[in-house]
């Protein structure tokens, strides 16, 4: 799955939704750390559990 980071998500949110709807989804990476926080999907980003439940 296509990463990118979280702070290029929240400068253009609408054309990184339509290029998610369109290939099927991409992951969110956190900006400072890089990993994976998450997955953006037509109803938004859907936020990875992080509980150590």
Known sequence: MEQISENTYFLNPE??????????????CDSETGWP???LK????????????
């Open 15 to 28: 054309k990184w939704q339509n290029i998610a709807n369109i290939i099927g989804g991409l992951e969110i």
């Open 37 to 39: 926080i998450g997955v």
């Open 42 to 53: 037509p109803v938004g980003i859907e936020y990875y559990d992080d509980s150590d439940d």
